[in-house]
């Protein structure tokens, strides 16, 4: 069965970054398309970067030279490293990998 924990979500002040870390069991990441997702109050989930088994990462392009998308297979973690944030970018971010959604985590930026 395939587990998702996200973590390191927060409150923080536009122009900050915050990291966002994605943990599973169950799974391989370093064989597996992993993506990262948002969801803001009363508005669809929408994709903001992913990384297919083979190829290279995509961006929202919202988020393009902001965020960053990077894995460490030794511990079977992904990460979401986003920086300059802005008001806009508050949601609760959630990992997807394995057709299996984490629990989500609140990113909050005030303005």
């Known amino acids: 069965q395939v587990q998702l924990v996200e973590s390191g979500g927060g409150l923080v002040q536009a122009g900050g970054s915050l990291r966002l870390s994605c943990a599973a069991s169950?799974?391989?990441?370093?064989?597996?398309?992993v993506n990262w997702y948002r969801q803001a109050p009363g508005k669809q989930r929408e994709f903001v970067a992913g990384?297919?088994?083979?190829?290279?990462?995509r961006y929202k392009d919202l988020v393009k030279g902001r965020f960053t998308f990077s894995r460490d297979n030794a511990k079977n973690t992904v990460y979401l490293q986003m920086n300059s944030l802005k008001p806009e970018d508050t949601a609760v971010y959630y990992c997807?990998?394995?057709?299996?959604w984490g629990q989500g985590t609140q990113v909050t930026v005030s303005s």
């Open positions: 169950g799974i391989f990441f370093s064989i597996s398309e």
């Open positions: 997807w990998a394995g057709n299996t």
């Open positions: 990384s297919p088994r083979v190829g290279t990462i």
